[in-house]
């Protein structure tokens, strides 16, 4: 246990505000009456702002912010983020959630917010670790959500019932691309990761192949032949020509990891999300 979380996004509804605010000044007695050795915090909901005084009641507070999934515009973040340090130099902050939905057989070589696909999905995060990176006084980040879950109400992605905002699938089978964003920054056990084999069909005669490594050069060899060699930290683009059926090889060290990309006629109609009138009234 690192701290005691007071409340989660109560200003989404509480209409009493006065009467909220006392009852966390007693909940936050109480935290640091039964236990002096640990601070308190609460999350707060994106629309409550910087200055409300519910967000100055514990030691700590985090946001759950989903700046650049349910609200364009990833850069968001960082002026946020800017802005709460500016006002609140000695305020500790930290992001309680974030995330993107992201399904693993919904691809796309133009992603953008809302399509659910695995790419944009991984643009998200890939977007997310730079900005905490950039803002290293944070006192904690947490990625929403390790898993899919279940979420009765909603009806997103094309699968109803559930949140797709995990680096990993439901039945834990399925790890997708930005689990592996993950693994290249916080990870020690070297490894390789091609992204986007699930995106086999391709209409382009030429593709950018994302790699992702926690090793600082990787090699891609297309069927079979070196095609180049770069250094970096975490992701490596290359540019490969498709020319009916390529088989790519990445290689980082000791780790290798192969893909199969097809040069195709038409888009395969399975990688597009395909949009119907939902009965279910999703709280978005």
Not at 53 to 64: E, Q
Not at 92 to 115: I, K, Q, T, V, W
Request: proline share 4%; charged share 25%; glycine share 6%.
């Amino acid at each position: 246990i690192v701290c005691w979380g007071v409340s989660n996004e109560i200003t989404i509804s509480t209409k009493d505000n006065r009467d909220m605010r006392d009852n966390h000044h007693v909940l936050n007695d109480l935290c640091h009456e039964m236990d002096k050795t640990r601070l308190t915090t609460l999350a707060c909901y994106a629309m409550c702002g910087p200055f409300n005084p519910v967000a100055h009641i514990t030691d700590l507070v985090s946001w759950n912010l989903y700046l650049g999934w349910y609200v364009p515009g990833l850069f968001l973040n960082d002026l946020w983020m800017d802005f709460f340090h500016l006002c609140y130099p000695n305020r500790a902050l930290g992001f309680s959630e974030y995330g993107a939905e992201g399904m693993p057989n919904l691809h796309s070589s133009h992603p953008r917010r809302g399509d659910h696909t695995e790419e944009y999905q991984a643009i998200y995060h890939e977007y997310m670790l730079r900005c905490f990176d950039r803002h290293k006084w944070l006192w904690a980040t947490h990625v929403w959500n390790m898993y899919d879950f279940a979420a009765d109400a909603r009806d997103q992605g094309g699968e109803p019932g559930m949140n797709h905002k995990g680096l990993v699938t439901f039945d834990r089978k399925t790890k997708k691309d930005s689990f592996y964003i993950y693994k290249a920054w916080w990870s020690d056990e070297p490894f390789v990761h091609i992204c986007s084999k699930r995106y086999a069909d391709r209409t382009e005669n030429e593709i950018e192949v994302k790699v992702y490594s926690n090793q600082k050069q990787v090699s891609l060899y297309v069927n079979g032949e070196k095609l180049s060699e770069q250094e970096g930290e975490h992701i490596f683009k290359f540019r490969v020509k498709l020319n009916g059926e390529t088989k790519v090889q990445a290689v980082a060290g000791d780790s290798i990891d192969d893909a199969i990309f097809r040069k195709v006629d038409a888009p395969n109609p399975d990688y597009k999300l395909t949009k119907k009138k939902s009965t279910s009234a999703n709280w978005v």
